[in-house]
């Protein structure tokens, strides 16, 4: 019953709708012990001889008037206790939603989607069975039970009531080891369940994948497997659940051959009339429901409190990198200085991702960020990004700490497109103004040329109207980088990053957006990182940045002059796109790689290789 103590706090929240559906069920068992005594009624009357027209009339007024309260009292407590439950279901839903919107990055390494999806289906829904069909039960069981037994021992008699009563507690105790079984067993099933959601949404994530690699049948058995295993987990569960109902129909049967037996015995000797013995024998018909009602509580709370448990679990987890919030509101324009001495993930054990990284962004200024991959280009952003908190240092905005300022002030004024940009089923319009939805056409048009996008949007069938995605178009991997740009531009953000967000469209395109960037943030900042080094070319200062330390820094031209990382990765990219105009078939796009790969390719290229490729 602990579940009904996690839950207190909502009964108590809702006691008026509790009440209501109680006393309307509490009414439902006090309707049903009238029947019996009726029947019991009439029996005598039919030994007797007594029974008239008129008593038969009215005998059929009682149990058709007893019927039409019970029908009034049913629908009381049904829409009362179901309307509760589902309003717990919600609420326990928006907790859950909005400790996803809370958590970081790292929650969501450690926790897959398909787990995260099924505690937000399968076990809000066993906790709401518990607010719903729990408490009827409960209260059903221990109400029609209770007045029964009652009725059983004032109108009948206390001792035929005793040896009908007598193999209850042995329900009880049964009730009680069926119940530890299935909770151990249900909260094994849920797991399972996660895992088969886990792999529902890695493979349609993930479907390109398998197909390229023909792995389809492969996937197809990793698949089955994980469904065996819920089968497995579920069929367990439903063993001990099926121990449940032919142990009732037993106890019932004991029962009514005890109460024969003795009722039998009191009627021949005239303790009892035979009416009575009849309505005892119904009454015992009454209390088969709520022994069933027993059983099917304990198996709704085991459930239940499995699953509270595990939500709750999910609910305990804290955002590892706690950021702290301060009071300051965001001044209009200000210059960025990044000065990390130190900085390791919190799940790293060893080795540091960022070392002495010191840099000033100041306004209208442009700062280009490269590197081999895993140089910590993108811990860079997650820093600026307040995504982690705990560094040695310091990261000013306008000589202000960033902690200082208030989170909902200096996020927006962060513009960030990501590497992995995510376009909502919405129209074009609204995927745009997403971060502003009181946006204007015309400001929307700006941002989208800016982003060099509006061309292809006004091409598409409906224009801004256009719906994105599954029920829209398909966009190509250019088109939805540069409509992520169009959405951060709209913000206007004091510090605009572009994290590779150049990759996919093309040179002369990647061209026009960084003039028009230029031309449009004179008073705001732009963070540029990207693998293409036609993209910081002409940024005011370039970072290449090598196991988390500045390798080298500087303009374009110093830099090639260097001769170091930054010049020969130009120069390879340089041959690289090259080669693409000319439509070589020995294009090395493809096999482009972002790192030292591509250095050994360029010093084959320059320095005469040894294998023959040229
Ligand atoms: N969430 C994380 N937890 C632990 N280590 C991480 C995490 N994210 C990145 N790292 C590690 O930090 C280092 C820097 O990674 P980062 O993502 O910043 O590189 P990057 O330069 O952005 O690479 P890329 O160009 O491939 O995006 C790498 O060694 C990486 O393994």
Redesign the pocket.
Known sequence: MGIFRDLWWFFKSEKKGYGIGLFALFMVSMTHLIPPLVIGEIIDHIVKHTLSLTLVLEFSGILLATAAFEYGFRYLWSTNIWGEAFKLEKIMRVRLFRHFLRMD??FY?RNRTGDLMAHATNDLQAIQEVAGRGVLTWADSLMTGGTTIIAMLLFIDWRLTIIAVLPLPFLALVSKILGDKIHVSFEHAQETFSEMNDKVQESITGMKAIKSFGEETQDMADFQQKLDNIDEAFVKVNRIDSMYDPLITLIVGVSYTLTIALGGYYVVHHVLSLGQLVAFMTYIGNLVWPMFAIGVLFNVIERGRASYSRVDKLLAQEAESKVSEGKLLMPDSGDLTFNVQNFT?P??HEGR?LQNVQFDLKKGKVLGLV?R????????IKLLMREFDHYEGEIDFASRDIMDYQLDEYLPAIGYVP?EHFLFSMSVRDNIRFARMMASQEEVELAARAAGIHEDIVAFPAGYDTLVGERGVSLSGGQKQRLSIARALLIQPKVLILD?ALSAVDAKTEQLILSNLKALRHESSTLI?S?RLSSVMDADEILV?EA?KIAERGLHGNLIKAEGWYAQMWQMQQIESHLESQNSPYSLTEKRS?DDESVSMLTKVKGGNNDGES
Not at 373 to 380: L, R
């Open positions: 990055t790292l390494q993930y799940n790293e991702n590197g991959t895993g140089a910590g280009k993108s811990t860079i590497q590779d990182v693998h940045l988390g972002k």
